[in-house]
Structure formats: C-alpha cells, structure tokens
C-alpha cells in the first residue's frame, strides 16, 4: 500500500501548500516536511519549489505524482476487494445435513432466512449423521444438523453440542394402512406387515437392529431396503409398507393427509435426538453464529 511518505506528498501536491496538507492529515508541518525531504533525497532531486505563495511542483514531482496517485487508486481498489473478500467469506456458511433433514426441516429455514439476508451464501453438504459429525469436527463444515443416538451422557469427539432436541422413531404409514387407527403401535405389531428401512448405519436402522435382534417369533419382512430414506417415504406412500421415522421431519406429509405417524412403544425407540453441532473450541464467523441463533429458534 501507498506509504506515509508518499500520502503526505500527495497531498502537498494538491494543496500547494505544506501547512494546509499538514491540517488535512492531522499532523504537524514538520512532519509533512521530514516526508518530503526524504523522497528529494531519495529520488536525488527536488520535488517542489519552494515559493512565497506555496510549493509548486517540479518535472521530478508531476512525474511523481502520476506513480504515486496510479499508486493510491490500485491501493484503494485493493482494499475495496480485501474487504469484498473478507465479506464474502465471513457470510458463506457452511453446512453439513442429513439428507431428510435437510429436505424437509432446514430448507425452509434456509428459504426464511435468506429473504431476510440476502448477502448470505449458504454452502449445503448432504450425508449421514455420521458422515456430518464427522465433517464437522475436521472442519469441512461449520455447522451440522444431524440425528444421534443418546449414550448416557458421552459426547461424540470433537463436537460441541449447540442445541438438541428429541426426535423418537414413529411407525411412519399410509392413513389407509391397517395399523392407522391405533394410538400406539409395538414391533411385533409390525410383523406382519412389509417393512421399508434404511441401509445399516442411519440412526433409525441402528435403533431397529438393536430392539430386533434378540427378538423371537415371526420375523420381520424387511422388503424395501435403500441408501435413501425419501425412496422408502414415496413406497411408504402407496400404502404397500411400513416406516420408522421422526414426526418433527415429516411435519409437511403428515400435515397434507400423505402420511400418519404412530407412535411406537419400546422405550429404545425414544432414544434419537435431533442436534446443531459446531466444533469443539473452534471459533465461528459471526455470519454463521447469527445463522445458529435463528435455526435455534425454528426448531
């Protein structure tokens, strides 16, 4: 950037006077003095003349003038795009979301929130609950909003825990299906019915396997296995199978009549929890901790 040197000769040169660009910079005239006889020395020779109505400038200074104000416009749009960058930056939040979450929670958040501010960009990364907590803790995301499974009081490493709110597995059904009108619903109920789950590793097929595998009796049919909890909720729809799922994220088809969730009885089920994770001791932009303040509140 243009230095001290240099501001105070440019202002020199538009004023024509040491004393007035002495006032303007808010220093003394000997200061703008010292300044200017530096550069003469510097450059080996004079800059100004010095005359009884003020400092006229040389060859040597209009020469300088050109370098040293082609100088303070490139400085100035420097500056104006470190601070563009720094903005821009400071206002990219990034997230990493359960796939199901993501579709039927926080999107209209996102939508809500963007309305009111607009210069915010939102960097939106889809995977597991697993796959987020993990994201989160190595940084590649700034904030999570992930399932997981409560574990008497130990915390998963790395994450800090910003908000949690309980989100227990439902029997998530057609409002035609059998099992409809029941207030509550127990897995063996389920048994004889076709079953739609995710693959092994989602939080809800870790809550199934654990209840199911000491189980005895009829088996459960387990016809719809996917990567993809939207594939089982659109074969939920047509009334050919069953669901486990949390009510919070299906409020939209449960409001529509598209679906009905059923409370279920095991107290395993009521394990799940939905959280707003950052990093441990990892201090976030304020654009991302203004973003944390208001998904708090839609939960």
Same mark, same amino acid.
């Given at each position: 950037?243009?230095?001290?040197?240099?501001?105070?000769?440019?202002?020199?040169?538009?004023?024509?006077?040491?004393?007035?660009?002495?006032?303007?910079?808010?220093?003394?005239?000997?200061?703008?003095? +010292?300044?200017?006889?530096?550069?003469?020395?510097? *450059?080996?020779?004079?800059?100004?003349?010095?005359?009884?109505?003020?400092? %006229?400038?040389?060859?040597?200074?209009?020469?300088?003038?050109?370098?040293?104000?082609?100088?303070?416009?490139?400085?100035?749009?420097?500056?104006?795009?470190?601070?563009?960058?720094?903005?821009?930056?400071?206002?990219?939040?990034?997230?990493?979301?359960?796939?199901?979450?993501?579709?039927?929670?926080?999107?209209?958040?996102?939508?809500?929130?963007?309305?009111?501010?607009?210069?915010?960009?939102?960097?939106?990364?889809?995977?597991? *609950?697993?796959?987020?907590?993990?994201?989160?803790?190595?940084?590649?995301?700034?904030?999570?909003?992930?399932?997981?499974?409560?574990?008497?009081? %130990?915390?998963?490493?790395?994450?800090?825990?910003?908000?949690?709110?309980?989100?227990?597995?439902?029997?998530?059904?057609?409002?035609?299906?059998?099992?409809?009108?029941?207030?509550?619903?127990?897995?063996?109920?389920?048994?004889?019915?076709?079953?739609?789950?995710?693959?092994?590793?989602?939080?809800? +097929?870790?809550?199934?396997? =654990?209840?199911?595998?000491?189980?005895?009796?009829?088996?459960?049919?387990? =016809?719809?296995?996917?990567?993809?909890?939207?594939?089982?909720?659109?074969?939920?729809?047509?009334?050919?199978?069953?669901?486990?799922?949390?009510?919070?994220?299906? +409020?939209?088809?449960?409001? +529509?009549?598209?679906?009905?969730?059923?409370?279920? =009885?095991?107290?395993?089920?009521?394990?799940?929890?939905?959280?707003?994770?950052?990093?441990?001791?990892?201090?976030?932009?304020?654009?991302?901790?203004?973003?944390?303040?208001?998904?708090?509140?839609?939960?």
């Amino acid at each position: 950037m243009l230095d001290t040197a240099h501001r105070y000769f440019l202002e020199v040169f538009r004023t024509g006077s040491v004393k007035q660009a002495a006032a303007n910079l808010h220093v003394v005239s000997s200061a703008v003095s +010292r300044q200017i006889a530096k550069l003469e020395e510097e *450059s080996g020779t004079s800059l100004f003349e010095r005359r009884p109505n003020g400092m %006229v400038p040389t060859r040597a200074g209009e020469l300088l003038f050109d370098y040293a104000q082609r100088t303070a416009m490139d400085a100035q749009r420097v500056r104006h795009e470190l601070r563009s960058l720094r903005g821009s930056e400071s206002s990219t939040i990034r997230i990493g979301v359960n796939e199901t979450v993501g579709r039927n929670v926080l999107a209209g958040i996102l939508a809500a929130y963007r309305a009111d501010h607009p210069d915010v960009v939102f960097r939106l990364r889809s995977g597991s *609950s697993a796959s987020v907590a993990q994201a989160v803790a190595d940084g590649s995301v700034d904030i999570g909003l992930a399932f997981r499974i409560k574990t008497g009081g %130990v915390k998963a490493s790395g994450i800090e825990v910003r908000h949690e709110i309980d989100s227990p597995l439902s029997a998530i059904m057609a409002p035609g299906h059998p099992l409809a009108s029941r207030t509550r619903v127990s897995l063996d109920d389920l048994k004889p019915y076709p079953i739609a789950l995710t693959d092994s590793g989602a939080t809800v +097929r870790l809550l199934f396997d =654990a209840c199911v595998r000491n189980g005895e009796g009829q088996p459960f049919d387990v =016809a719809f296995s996917s990567n993809s909890s939207s594939i089982s909720y659109s074969i939920v729809k047509t009334g050919h199978a069953i669901t486990l799922g949390g009510e919070i994220i299906l +409020r939209g088809e449960i409001e +529509r009549g598209e679906l009905l969730a059923v409370p279920l =009885a095991e107290p395993q089920f009521a394990r799940r929890t939905l959280q707003v994770q950052t990093a441990a001791d990892r201090l976030l932009p304020e654009a991302a901790e203004r973003f944390i303040a208001a998904l708090i509140a839609a939960l």
